[in-house]
């Protein structure tokens, strides 16, 4: 069994930071892409960033400049830094992760909500 679990969503003004974790934890050999995704009322889920193994990263143009994303291959845990954060922001995000337990596959944690207040 794997689970994801996700930690630091709250409200918080515009401008303001928020730091999001996720935790991979259970029969894990192998992580490969972690990534975070979010979706806001009455839209689609979409790709926030990803980051690979080796550390490579792909943002969302929205996100570029403004959020971070980071990895810790010894804990299994994922970070995404979010600064200066807009009222647009406001969304459940949710962790990805493509992992090897008994086999490849891609795992969602439960979602994190972050509010962003004008």
């Known amino acids: 069994q794997v689970q994801l679990v996700e930690s630091g969503g709250g409200l918080v003004q515009a401008g303001g930071s928020l730091t999001l974790s996720c935790v991979a934890s259970?029969?894990?050999?192998?992580?490969?892409?972690m990534g975070w995704y979010r979706q806001a009322p009455g839209k689609q889920r979409e790709l926030v960033a990803k980051?690979?193994?080796?550390?490579?990263?792909n943002y969302a143009t929205s996100v570029e400049g403004r959020f971070a994303i980071s990895r810790d291959n010894a804990k299994n845990t994922v970070y995404l830094q979010m600064n200066s954060l807009k009222p647009e922001d406001t969304a459940v995000y949710y962790c990805n992760v493509d992992l090897l337990g008994t086999a490849w596959s891609n795992y969602w944690g439960q979602g994190t909500q972050v509010t962003v207040s004008s």
């Open positions: 259970g029969s894990i050999f192998r992580i490969n892409i």
């Open positions: 980051i690979t193994r080796g550390g490579s990263k």
